[in-house]
């Protein structure tokens, strides 16, 4: 059984991550991604030595599905990304709002203590 070429290693090692990342990406657990990040940088620098250097295009050739595959990864991936930033960005702007509406509330208690609304507006009533 012949032995594993660096590139094997790295390809397979490429889509393992990938396929991790994205599991990780969907089910919202975003604590190891650094980790699988500096991975992923690790066998892509390995490809992409491969790619640059013009004696190892034959080498390639075998595996030019896998590299496909490792795009079409990488894209959703990064839409992925793009969309949890989203998300969190969304999230913040909302507590913030949050915050900062219920701190412009001017309404009173009879006893003068500032009345907190959280999440809704004041409406005026006259009564007299």
């Known amino acids: 059984m012949p032995s594993a070429t660096p ?13 991790l990342e994205k599991s990780r990406l969907l089910g919202g657990s975003y ?10 940088q690790f066998y892509l620098s390995i490809l992409t030595d491969y790619i640059q250097d013009p004696a190892q295009t034959a080498a390639l050739k075998p595996f030019s599905n896998a590299i496909e595959e490792i795009k079409a990864l990488s894209n959703e991936n990064g839409a992925l990304l793009n969309a949890a930033r989203n998300g969190v960005k969304a999230a913040q702007t909302r507590l913030k709002s949050i915050a900062t509406r219920e701190s412009l509330v001017g309404a009173y208690t009879a006893d003068g203590s500032k009345l907190r609304a959280h999440d809704c507006g004041v409406t005026r009533c006259k009564t007299a």
Do not use: H, Y
């Open 7 to 19: 590139i094997d290693i790295a390809i397979s090692k490429l889509i393992e991550l990938l396929t």
């Open 31 to 40: 604590d190891d991604i650094p980790e699988i990040t500096e991975q992923k």
